[in-house]
């Protein structure tokens, strides 16, 4: 197994890729690119299929967020994660990939917006957010909250939600 099938393995429950040829092109005539990149220009041409790189984009997300060392805030206020990474895509990359592990692989074509990041234990997970989550989440992207009135306009739910799903940190509240 090269390198690059190692860090892209959920590819090979989609397509049947010729890992050496794949490899040798890419490192050849396409390594000023990521492998994402790679792939998303050749289904521009035709040569894969769009879903492919969607795939590639998620599994180097997942890949960085794991390696990530991450040094958490200490100052009382409510944080962004500092792992998280925000992905958007045109199919739903990790139900696919569920079903595609459970010996059902399906392309679901679905607009969403997917959250990677590590948990305070260093587990690494996937979330699909929802608009709302995505208005609460836009409100720390310029920084931390130092207080719960800039959510006021937030369901205090969905912030517990956010806050116990670890893609908040509330160090208000300890």
Known sequence: MNSLESQFQNLNLFCQMNWDEVTTEYENFYLELSFPEYLQQKAQEGDCPDYLYELAYFEMALYQVKNEKLVYPYIPGIYLNPSC??????????????????????????????????????????????EQDLQALKLLEDG????????ESINPELLRQLSSKEIILDLLKL
């Open 144 to 151: 931390p909250a130092f207080d719960y009135g800039v959510f």
């Open 85 to 130: 990474v925000f992905l958007s895509f045109e199919y739903n990359i990790p139900s696919m990939i569920d079903l595609a592990r459970n010996g059902s692989p399906a392309l679901i074509e679905k607009d969403c917006f997917i959250c990677c990041f590590q948990n305070t234990l260093g587990e690494v997970k996937a979330l699909e957010l929802t």
